[in-house]
């Protein structure tokens, strides 16, 4: 036989022997489990959650991480004296490790006690008592390991010692100990000490007594102590006193503010304010540990119901149940309603019911979507892009979601977040700020002429409400409907709100001095400029939706789109005429919208978050009436006040509040969107053997199109062999 | 041949600071430490004396080229260029600006780009070796017209396409593989063997027009003429002469992009979820990372230049006419 013949038939033969190989192999697979499940498989019916980050977090010591990314697993970890109730809606803070809320103290400047009913304006000080709970123990960490003696093991390590250790499983021993008010001291300590650069420094320096001088202090003592290894030693904060914090005791500490501050419990319901033990800060602080990236931003250590045994940021991060952990129970009170909804079916259950969640790094969102329709999350956003895939209005305007979500069980939940989107005029421009009757009914113009609601339409799927101030639902002094709306854009014609019409905006604008778009005096066409840092596709849609809205009232707008540096470059500056911008509640108080537009917190000059600009002298005067007042009548009323000012002045274009829409598993239950707490992990439970049928429903490999793959290469193969064998057989001339 | 290869990496050392200097350049024409410091320490409640404590934490506090402020030979060695160049030169890559090791980093990233980029570069050489082969073999024939065809469409099409239509195909509708994610150990090949795949796929067009090119341009030579008019057949004349002397040119392109393997593939690792080299140079540029962005634009530049020393090389190992001097 020739050696081609050869050659076609072994070729022919291999392939064959693959066929059957491969058939093998499937069916062996098939047998056993989904092809496509991206954990393993003794994983499938175990208690764990399996959820996806996009993001990953560049932070994970409390005292710096202040991103939504990172909350999710710090305040898994980490444990504040106080939380959010998890069902109680408007948000209620509630003891955490604390025994009890806090009642402040008020004294006068002398230091005498004050009645809890003094004026404001008499209070120098209020004192902070907390008292926390006994018995709460740490999560397992080399940094308590101690030998037989009672010595510590690790936390006088020389480089020898720590030798080829790159993890902190390295560490081959580990202990715990009770939490005491100490740590809570520590930890506010360290938020004033200028290099772990807190971001809440500028902050608290402001009502901590004591909290700038410790600052430098601090420093300076850090800066006389002798380099260890090129790099600043370790210091040991608890022997630096703060005036105003103070550990009366081994449970007890307090903390002195300046003057009257309510909102500084929801501050302390943060995980800036969780406690750190000082055996923690040390242990990272030793020679050598940097080096090998073991670092409090990498290992946490703390309290609560979840530990960190996986710290792979670019795949997965995991974590597990802490075996430490305190008793703490599943709330038994909730909303009317939430029995219904079989949110109070674990009340009075142990936390927490999960035992292990796994993150998982999704980058890209069409996996994250398919994965999740495969079972393999236990949650999911929607994307834009599958929105008609999962949502649908009913005639009345509700969403629901489709029948084919329908049919896997899959919920839809859905709730407004604590959040404004909204566009911003400068006030400093010449042409659209200042406070002229002119600059007024110009802004009034525009923002009547820009339809938010079709914005949220076509932009946002209808995931969002209108805005009429800046407050929104969910927060204090919020009013919903007619009550709420803002006169000068919005009408109210059978209890419904409705955008006034165009003409009033093109009546507006002529009073302004632009009739038709131009300039009465000049006649030239009014010109605006968009600053924006938002480029690329969907961007453009964007911008030419802005265009057309300002078309309406015959305004050019000129898009001027830049990068976020240079975006915010502008805002700082001040160079920037109408803007986008936004802005998520760090805690359910109105102060903490009401200052987007306080004059001295003006982004120019003042450095702060007022981007707009606006300095109004008597909504400044009314902002500090209102922001040291208890929630009531009295601070209602002047938050009305505030709002109609803006309302007139007309600094922001109201944006919306976001609507958030979040799809579960049928399989996860006691979901309830609670946009203040980020530790809600604690109070989710799952069935996992539901998961695992319905996974085994949802994922049966199909292989029929292999073999169909395989028969079209062998047709292929069969002519080529055919050619081949005419083209040997075909004798030369 | 020592003598050479000393000389080429001596010319790599100007062609290095050239690629460092552009570097930082283009990086800081569009960050300022400002924005970087900003960026990091997040968008709420930052304050100028935060920004100015991380610029000086992590060095961004100095002048970029000229420091007027300095003494003598300061002028230039107290900067930010030479304090950052001077340590690449020497191969310690630092801590990026979130105080992670970059040298372990990279140490541990690389190996899921190797998973990766290793069987591709393997079996997508292979693949386009036979198909080019059989094109050349079926010269003239539909087949051969057929797998131009082919080949032309397939190079055509964005490998975002193959990536998106494989994850849809294999992942989503028949349900044979993960549609994205890793794992270590044994456990990593169910989520390889698709990246893998749209890696070759996505390389067969230009692969097997390239080979052919390069085995045409053999196949028309006169010792292959000879070959055929000894009655050899026209497997045995591919095989065994047209085949090697077309590794030659084969060979350099295969070379000269080994090092680079290490790196990773932007689009792969990112869309598959896989933590590698690819995906970190991108999150480092999201993040405005100027440490990581430094290291791996310099070391991306070394891998390149040592790809084409092993070229001129791997020449003097398949042609023994050419002489290195």
């Known amino acids: ?733 | 041949m020592i003598a050479y290869i000393i000389r080429r990496i001596l010319y790599a050392i100007p062609i290095l600071i050239g690629v460092n200097l552009l570097t930082f350049a283009l990086f800081f024409f569009v960050n300022s430490p400002n924005d970087m410091a900003r960026l990091h320490l997040g968008v709420k409640r930052v304050t100028p004396q935060a920004i100015a404590e991380w610029k000086a934490e992590h060095g961004y506090d100095q002048p970029l080229f000229y420091n007027a402020a300095a003494a003598g030979a300061g002028k230039l060695t107290h900067t930010l260029f030479f304090q950052r160049s001077v340590k690449l030169f020497v191969f310690d890559f630092g801590r990026s600006d979130d105080g992670r090791d970059i040298g372990s980093d990279i140490r541990q990233r690389m190996w899921p780009s190797l998973a990766i980029q290793v069987p591709t570069l393997v079996l997508g050489l292979a693949v386009c070796i036979s198909m080019a082969l059989m094109t050349v073999f079926f010269r003239g024939t539909y087949l051969d017209a057929t797998g131009v065809v082919l080949a032309v469409v397939m190079m055509s099409i964005s490998q975002l396409f193959y990536v998106i239509g494989g994850q849809y195909l294999f992942s989503k509708v028949l349900r044979l593989v993960p549609i994205s994610g890793y794992d270590t150990g044994l456990s990593a090949i169910k989520f390889v063997i698709l990246p893998i795949a749209v890696g070759i796929v996505s390389g067969i067009g230009l692969g097997v027009r390239l080979n052919r090119t390069f085995f045409l341009e053999e196949s028309g030579k006169d010792y292959v003429r000879t070959a055929r008019a000894k009655g050899l057949s026209e497997i045995r004349v591919l095989f065994r002469h047209v085949l090697k002397n077309a590794m030659i040119p084969i060979l350099t392109g295969v070379v000269v992009v080994i090092p680079t393997l290490f790196t990773g593939s932007l689009i792969l690792e990112s869309f598959f979820g896989i933590p590698g080299l690819g995906s970190y140079l991108i999150d480092a540029i999201r993040a405005q990372d100027f440490g990581i962005v430094h290291v791996m634009v310099f070391l991306g530049s070394v891998l390149y230049i040592v790809g084409l020393i092993l070229t001129d090389i791997s020449y003097t190992l398949v042609d023994p006419r050419v002489r290195l001097g």
């Open chain 1, 1 to 733: 036989m020739s050696v081609p013949h050869r050659f076609a038939r072994r070729a022919i033969a291999a392939v064959v022997l693959a066929v059957i190989l491969l058939g093998l192999l499937a069916a062996m697979h098939a047998a056993r489990s989904e092809w496509n499940d991206p954990y393993p498989a003794r994983q499938a019916d175990r208690n764990i959650l399996y959820a996806a980050f996009m993001e990953r977090p560049k932070r994970l010591d409390p005292a710096q991480a202040y991103n939504e990314n990172e909350y999710t697993f710090i305040s898994e970890i980490y444990e504040p004296p106080f939380e959010y109730q998890y069902l109680l809606r408007p948000y209620t803070l509630v003891p955490l490790t604390a025994r009890a809320m806090p009642v402040p103290v008020y004294l006068d400047r002398h230091g005498r006690r004050l009645p809890a009913d003094a004026p404001a304006r008499r209070i120098a000080y209020s004192v902070y008592t907390i008292h926390i709970r006994r018995g709460i123990m740490y999560q397992p960490a080399p940094c308590f390991a101690r030998d037989a003696s009672g010595h510590y093991l690790y936390q006088s390590l020389t480089r020898a010692q720590l030798g080829g250790i790159r993890t902190i499983a390295g560490f081959r021993h580990t202990g715990t100990r009770e939490l005491v008010a100490a740590d809570y001291v520590y930890e506010i300590k360290r938020l004033a000490s200028p290099w772990v650069q807190s971001p809440l420094f500028s902050v608290l320096s402001h009502y901590i007594v004591g909290f700038r001088r410790f600052a430098r202090t601090a420093a300076r003592i850090r800066a006389a102590l002798p380099k260890v290894d090129g790099r600043p030693p370790y210091v040991d904060l608890s022997r630096i006193p703060m005036a105003g914090v103070k550990v009366l005791g081994r449970y007890t500490y307090s903390i002195t503010v300046h003057g009257k501050y309510p909102q500084f419990l929801y501050w302390m319901a943060m995980p800036f304010f969780a406690p750190m033990p000082p055996e923690a800060d040390h242990f990272f602080s030793q020679p050598g540990m940097k080096s090998r990236d073991l670092t409090l931003n990498w290992y946490p250590v703390g309290t609560g119901p979840y530990m960190l045994t996986v710290n792979d940021p670019n795949r997965q991060m995991v974590l597990e149940r802490n075996p430490n952990y305190h008793p703490d129970f599943y709330p038994r009170r909730g909303e009317p309603g939430d029995a219904q909804r079989g949110l109070l079916k674990d009340a009075g259950q142990r936390l927490p019911f999960i035992r292990r969640v796994v993150f998982s790094l999704e980058r890209e969102q069409i996996p994250y979507w398919d994965k999740f329709l495969q079972g393999y999350y236990d949650e999911s956003a929607i994307s834009t892009e599958s929105f008609n895939q999962v949502v649908q209005f009913s005639p009345g305007g509700e969403a629901e979601l489709t029948r084919s979500m329908r049919a896997k069980g899959i919920r839809l939940v859905t709730g407004v977040a604590p959040s404004i989107y909204y566009y911003g005029f400068n006030m400093l421009d010449p042409v659209v700020g200042g406070y002229s009757q002119r600059a007024r009914r110009l802004r009034r113009a525009i923002s009547i002429a820009i339809n938010i609601g079709q914005y949220i339409s076509i932009f946002r799927n209808g995931r969002g409400l209108p805005a009429q101030g800046p407050l929104p639902p969910g927060i204090f002094g919020y009013e919903p409907g007619c009550a709420g709306r803002d006169p000068y854009i919005y009408d109210c014609i059978g209890g419904r709100l409705r955008r006034k019409p165009i003409a009033v905006a093109r009546r507006l604008l002529a009073e302004a001095g632009y009739p038709d778009g131009r300039d009465a005096r000049t006649g030239k066409p009014l010109l605006l400029y968009y600053d924006t840092y938002q480029t690329g596709p969907e961007a453009k849609a964007n911008m030419d939706w802005m265009r057309k809205e300002f078309r309406k009232l015959d305004i050019q707008l000129v898009v001027r789109a830049t990068d976020y540096n240079r975006f915010q470059q502008k805002m700082r500056h001040g160079e920037e005429q109408i803007f986008s911008w936004g802005w998520n509640a760090d805690y359910p108080d109105p102060e903490d919208f009401l200052f987007l537009l306080y004059g001295p917190n003006s982004e120019v000059g003042g450095n702060g978050e007022n981007s707009a600009n606006y300095n109004n002298p008597r909504y400044n005067r009314l902002f500090n009436r209102m922001r040291n007042m208890e929630n009531g009548p009295a601070r209602e009323a002047i938050i009305r006040r505030m709002v109609s000012m803006a309302q007139r002045d007309a600094p922001w274009v109201w944006g919306f509040y976001p609507k958030e829409f979040r799809l579960y598993q049928a399989w996860l239950h006691n979901v309830k969107p609670n946009y203040m707490a980020t530790n809600s992990l604690k109070y989710l439970r799952i069935d996992p053997a539901l998961r695992a049928r319905d996974r085994r429903a949802w994922n049966r490999p199909v292989i029929w199109p292999l073999w169909v793959v395989l028969a079209l290469l062998a047709l292929l193969v069969l002519p080529a062999v055919l050619v081949y064998r005419q083209k040997e057989r075909r004798s030369p001339l």
